[in-house]
Protein backbone atom coordinates (compact mmCIF):
# COMPACT_ATOMS: atom_id res chain seq x y z
CA UNK A 1 0.00 0.00 0.00
CA UNK A 2 2.66 2.72 1.27
CA UNK A 3 4.85 1.87 -2.24
CA UNK A 4 1.50 2.19 -3.68
CA UNK A 5 1.41 5.77 -2.29
CA UNK A 6 4.69 6.51 -3.32
CA UNK A 7 4.56 5.43 -6.97
CA UNK A 8 1.36 8.18 -7.12
CA UNK A 9 3.06 10.66 -5.18
CA UNK A 10 6.76 10.95 -6.65
CA UNK A 11 5.62 11.86 -10.00
CA UNK A 12 2.84 14.36 -8.84
CA UNK A 13 6.14 15.96 -6.63
CA UNK A 14 8.51 15.85 -9.53
CA UNK A 15 5.85 17.29 -12.42
CA UNK A 16 5.61 20.28 -9.21
CA UNK A 17 8.60 21.14 -9.26
CA UNK A 18 9.37 21.03 -13.10
CA UNK A 19 6.14 23.37 -13.03
CA UNK A 20 8.25 26.30 -10.99
CA UNK A 21 11.11 25.94 -12.61
CA UNK A 22 9.85 25.90 -15.74
CA UNK A 23 8.26 29.24 -14.91
CA UNK A 24 11.25 30.74 -13.42
CA UNK A 25 14.01 30.95 -15.94
CA UNK A 26 16.41 32.33 -14.03
CA UNK A 27 16.47 33.23 -9.81
CA UNK A 28 14.14 36.50 -9.08
CA UNK A 29 16.54 38.53 -6.46
CA UNK A 30 15.11 40.21 -3.54
CA UNK A 31 14.59 43.88 -4.17
CA UNK A 32 13.39 43.86 -8.19
CA UNK A 33 11.17 46.41 -8.40
CA UNK A 34 9.46 47.22 -11.73
CA UNK A 35 8.53 51.05 -12.31
CA UNK A 36 5.86 52.44 -14.57
CA UNK A 37 4.65 55.72 -15.28
CA UNK A 38 1.02 56.20 -16.48
CA UNK A 39 -1.04 58.32 -18.91
CA UNK A 40 1.86 60.36 -21.18
CA UNK A 41 2.52 63.22 -18.53
CA UNK A 42 5.04 65.94 -19.83
CA UNK A 43 7.00 65.91 -16.87
CA UNK A 44 7.88 62.07 -17.50
CA UNK A 45 10.05 63.30 -19.75
CA UNK A 46 11.01 66.38 -18.83
CA UNK A 47 12.12 65.61 -15.38
CA UNK A 48 11.43 61.67 -14.21
CA UNK A 49 13.95 60.57 -17.71
CA UNK A 50 16.90 62.63 -17.06
CA UNK A 51 16.77 61.39 -13.14
CA UNK A 52 16.24 57.64 -14.01
CA UNK A 53 18.90 57.86 -16.37
CA UNK A 54 20.98 59.22 -13.87
CA UNK A 55 20.85 56.83 -11.36
CA UNK A 56 20.60 54.04 -14.04
CA UNK A 57 16.82 53.08 -13.53
CA UNK A 58 14.53 51.24 -16.18
CA UNK A 59 11.32 52.00 -16.01
CA UNK A 60 8.15 51.66 -19.07
CA UNK A 61 5.90 54.50 -19.83
CA UNK A 62 2.52 53.75 -20.48
CA UNK A 63 0.92 55.84 -23.33
CA UNK A 64 -2.67 57.15 -24.31
CA UNK A 65 -3.87 59.75 -25.50
CA UNK A 66 -6.10 62.03 -23.19
CA UNK A 67 -9.03 64.56 -24.41
CA UNK A 68 -6.59 67.32 -23.22
CA UNK A 69 -3.89 65.32 -25.02
CA UNK A 70 -2.73 68.14 -27.37
CA UNK A 71 -2.02 70.09 -24.38
CA UNK A 72 1.72 69.88 -24.42
CA UNK A 73 2.46 71.97 -21.59
CA UNK A 74 0.60 68.46 -19.82
CA UNK A 75 0.77 65.88 -21.93
CA UNK A 76 3.92 64.38 -24.02
CA UNK A 77 4.07 64.96 -27.64
CA UNK A 78 4.93 61.97 -30.08
CA UNK A 79 7.89 63.24 -30.70
CA UNK A 80 8.65 63.24 -26.82
CA UNK A 81 7.73 59.52 -26.52
CA UNK A 82 10.32 58.81 -28.93
CA UNK A 83 12.77 60.44 -27.36
CA UNK A 84 11.68 57.82 -24.30
CA UNK A 85 11.96 55.24 -26.17
CA UNK A 86 15.09 56.89 -27.99
CA UNK A 87 16.99 57.14 -24.35
CA UNK A 88 15.98 52.97 -24.20
CA UNK A 89 12.72 53.34 -21.70
CA UNK A 90 9.83 51.18 -22.73
CA UNK A 91 6.98 52.21 -24.05
CA UNK A 92 3.97 50.38 -22.96
CA UNK A 93 0.15 50.47 -24.63
CA UNK A 94 -2.39 52.10 -22.18
CA UNK A 95 -5.25 52.13 -24.66
CA UNK A 96 -6.01 55.22 -27.34
CA UNK A 97 -8.49 57.15 -25.13
CA UNK A 98 -7.94 56.02 -21.35
CA UNK A 99 -10.76 53.52 -22.31
CA UNK A 100 -13.12 51.91 -19.43
CA UNK A 101 -12.63 48.27 -19.72
CA UNK A 102 -16.16 47.47 -17.87
CA UNK A 103 -18.34 49.17 -21.17
CA UNK A 104 -16.05 48.55 -23.91
CA UNK A 105 -16.57 45.97 -26.55
CA UNK A 106 -14.33 43.37 -28.07
CA UNK A 107 -13.90 45.08 -31.05
CA UNK A 108 -13.33 48.70 -30.16
CA UNK A 109 -10.99 47.57 -27.30
CA UNK A 110 -9.11 46.29 -30.33
CA UNK A 111 -9.33 49.46 -32.46
CA UNK A 112 -7.90 51.43 -29.39
CA UNK A 113 -4.77 48.78 -28.50
CA UNK A 114 -4.06 48.92 -32.14
CA UNK A 115 -4.34 52.52 -32.63
CA UNK A 116 -1.04 52.64 -30.02
CA UNK A 117 1.24 50.37 -32.01
CA UNK A 118 0.47 51.97 -34.99
CA UNK A 119 1.42 55.67 -33.73
CA UNK A 120 4.58 53.84 -32.52
CA UNK A 121 5.24 52.37 -36.23
CA UNK A 122 4.76 55.28 -37.51
CA UNK A 123 7.47 56.98 -35.01
CA UNK A 124 10.04 54.21 -35.20
CA UNK A 125 9.15 52.91 -31.79
CA UNK A 126 9.19 49.40 -31.05
CA UNK A 127 6.01 47.65 -30.65
CA UNK A 128 4.24 47.51 -27.00
CA UNK A 129 4.58 43.96 -25.95
CA UNK A 130 3.08 45.30 -22.38
CA UNK A 131 0.22 46.72 -21.70
CA UNK A 132 -1.71 48.56 -18.57
CA UNK A 133 -5.52 48.46 -17.77
CA UNK A 134 -7.11 51.72 -17.56
CA UNK A 135 -7.52 53.27 -14.17
CA UNK A 136 -5.91 49.09 -13.44
CA UNK A 137 -9.52 47.68 -13.43
CA UNK A 138 -9.66 44.61 -15.85
CA UNK A 139 -13.32 44.65 -16.41
CA UNK A 140 -15.55 41.22 -16.47
CA UNK A 141 -14.87 40.49 -20.11
CA UNK A 142 -12.24 38.21 -20.47
CA UNK A 143 -12.13 37.36 -24.08
CA UNK A 144 -11.26 41.05 -24.62
CA UNK A 145 -7.86 40.08 -23.31
CA UNK A 146 -7.27 37.58 -25.94
CA UNK A 147 -6.51 40.53 -27.98
CA UNK A 148 -3.50 41.33 -25.82
CA UNK A 149 -2.77 37.17 -25.90
CA UNK A 150 -2.83 37.23 -30.07
CA UNK A 151 -0.89 40.45 -30.06
CA UNK A 152 1.89 38.97 -28.55
CA UNK A 153 1.68 40.94 -25.39
CA UNK A 154 3.61 39.38 -22.21
CA UNK A 155 2.46 41.37 -19.39
CA UNK A 156 -0.25 43.33 -18.51
CA UNK A 157 -0.40 45.34 -15.16
CA UNK A 158 -3.42 46.16 -12.86
CA UNK A 159 -3.33 48.38 -10.09
CA UNK A 160 -3.80 45.39 -7.42
CA UNK A 161 -2.44 46.49 -4.53
CA UNK A 162 0.23 43.21 -3.79
CA UNK A 163 3.82 42.07 -4.87
CA UNK A 164 3.81 40.07 -8.09
CA UNK A 165 4.51 36.33 -7.66
CA UNK A 166 5.42 34.68 -10.79
CA UNK A 167 4.52 31.22 -9.92
CA UNK A 168 0.63 32.54 -8.55
CA UNK A 169 -0.35 35.35 -10.73
CA UNK A 170 -1.40 35.13 -14.49
CA UNK A 171 1.56 37.44 -16.44
CA UNK A 172 -1.85 39.40 -17.77
CA UNK A 173 -2.85 39.83 -14.49
CA UNK A 174 -0.12 42.08 -12.44
CA UNK A 175 -0.18 43.42 -9.70
CA UNK A 176 0.79 47.01 -8.89
CA UNK A 177 0.73 49.33 -6.35
CA UNK A 178 -0.04 52.51 -7.01
CA UNK A 179 2.33 55.51 -5.37
CA UNK A 180 1.93 58.83 -5.20
CA UNK A 181 2.74 62.02 -2.83
CA UNK A 182 -0.60 61.06 -0.62
CA UNK A 183 0.51 57.86 0.28
CA UNK A 184 4.42 57.66 0.50
CA UNK A 185 3.95 56.42 4.19
CA UNK A 186 2.63 53.22 2.84
CA UNK A 187 6.16 52.80 0.69
CA UNK A 188 8.13 51.01 2.92
CA UNK A 189 5.40 48.48 3.25
CA UNK A 190 5.04 48.07 -0.32
CA UNK A 191 8.76 47.70 -0.78
CA UNK A 192 9.11 45.10 1.93
CA UNK A 193 7.50 42.62 -0.33
CA UNK A 194 10.29 42.22 -2.90
CA UNK A 195 11.72 38.96 -1.71
CA UNK A 196 11.27 35.51 -1.54
CA UNK A 197 10.74 35.74 -5.35
CA UNK A 198 8.03 37.81 -5.28
CA UNK A 199 8.91 41.14 -7.50
CA UNK A 200 7.26 44.62 -6.70
CA UNK A 201 5.09 46.91 -9.34
CA UNK A 202 5.31 50.81 -8.68
CA UNK A 203 2.76 52.45 -10.75
CA UNK A 204 3.43 55.96 -10.96
CA UNK A 205 1.54 58.81 -13.05
CA UNK A 206 2.63 62.42 -13.03
CA UNK A 207 5.91 63.85 -11.07
CA UNK A 208 4.66 67.92 -10.91
CA UNK A 209 4.83 70.49 -8.37
CA UNK A 210 2.08 72.44 -9.89
CA UNK A 211 -0.69 69.98 -10.76
CA UNK A 212 -2.52 69.19 -7.91
CA UNK A 213 -4.57 65.84 -8.96
CA UNK A 214 -4.53 62.95 -6.45
CA UNK A 215 -2.08 60.49 -8.12
CA UNK A 216 0.41 63.36 -8.59
CA UNK A 217 3.81 62.91 -6.80
CA UNK A 218 5.86 66.05 -6.00
CA UNK A 219 9.06 66.56 -7.06
CA UNK A 220 10.92 66.43 -3.99
CA UNK A 221 8.88 63.08 -3.23
CA UNK A 222 10.28 61.39 -6.25
CA UNK A 223 13.74 62.51 -5.56
CA UNK A 224 13.33 60.80 -2.39
CA UNK A 225 12.24 57.94 -3.48
CA UNK A 226 14.75 57.18 -6.14
CA UNK A 227 17.41 57.82 -3.66
CA UNK A 228 15.98 55.24 -1.00
CA UNK A 229 15.83 53.01 -3.68
CA UNK A 230 19.74 53.27 -4.81
CA UNK A 231 20.69 53.78 -0.74
CA UNK A 232 19.02 50.54 0.04
CA UNK A 233 20.28 48.59 -3.30
CA UNK A 234 17.27 48.24 -5.33
CA UNK A 235 17.11 46.78 -9.15
CA UNK A 236 15.04 48.94 -10.43
CA UNK A 237 13.92 48.01 -14.31
CA UNK A 238 10.80 48.15 -16.87
CA UNK A 239 8.15 46.19 -17.35
CA UNK A 240 9.86 43.93 -20.48
CA UNK A 241 12.85 43.23 -18.52
CA UNK A 242 10.66 40.30 -16.73
CA UNK A 243 10.99 38.10 -19.45
CA UNK A 244 14.65 37.47 -18.68
CA UNK A 245 13.29 35.84 -15.25
CA UNK A 246 9.86 34.56 -15.98
CA UNK A 247 8.94 32.35 -18.89
CA UNK A 248 5.53 33.54 -19.50
CA UNK A 249 3.92 31.23 -22.22
CA UNK A 250 4.63 28.51 -19.14
CA UNK A 251 2.62 30.79 -16.73
CA UNK A 252 -0.15 31.73 -18.96
CA UNK A 253 -0.69 28.03 -19.33
CA UNK A 254 -0.07 27.10 -15.79
CA UNK A 255 -2.29 29.90 -14.20
CA UNK A 256 -4.97 29.95 -16.76
CA UNK A 257 -6.58 33.20 -17.35
CA UNK A 258 -10.36 31.73 -17.51
CA UNK A 259 -9.82 30.24 -14.21
CA UNK A 260 -8.99 33.65 -12.79
CA UNK A 261 -12.31 35.34 -12.17
CA UNK A 262 -12.10 35.26 -8.60
CA UNK A 263 -8.85 37.01 -9.05
CA UNK A 264 -10.17 39.55 -11.78
CA UNK A 265 -13.30 40.49 -9.41
CA UNK A 266 -10.66 41.53 -6.68
CA UNK A 267 -9.13 42.93 -9.14
CA UNK A 268 -11.89 45.12 -10.41
CA UNK A 269 -12.98 46.07 -6.91
CA UNK A 270 -9.44 46.85 -5.36
CA UNK A 271 -8.85 50.32 -4.11
CA UNK A 272 -6.21 51.89 -5.94
CA UNK A 273 -5.00 53.90 -3.10
ZN1 LIG B 1 -3.98 55.66 -16.62
Redesign the pocket.
Known amino acids: MKILYWIVIIPLLVTGCQDSISVIKQDIPDKLIVLSF??AREDNVSFVAPLLKEYGFGATF?I?EFPEFGDTTRFMTWSQIKQLADMDFEIGN?TQS?IDLEEVSQKEFAKQVTYIEDKCHQWGIETPATF?Y??GRVGNNITLLEKLTSGGYTFARTIHPDAYNPLKDNPLLLPSYCVHSNNLNMLNDFLSKARNGNIVVLTL?GVSDTERYRVNTSKAHFLNLLKYLKENDYSVIAMRDLNKYVDVKTAMKLINLYDERERIAEINTAPDY
Open positions: DDYCHHAPGH
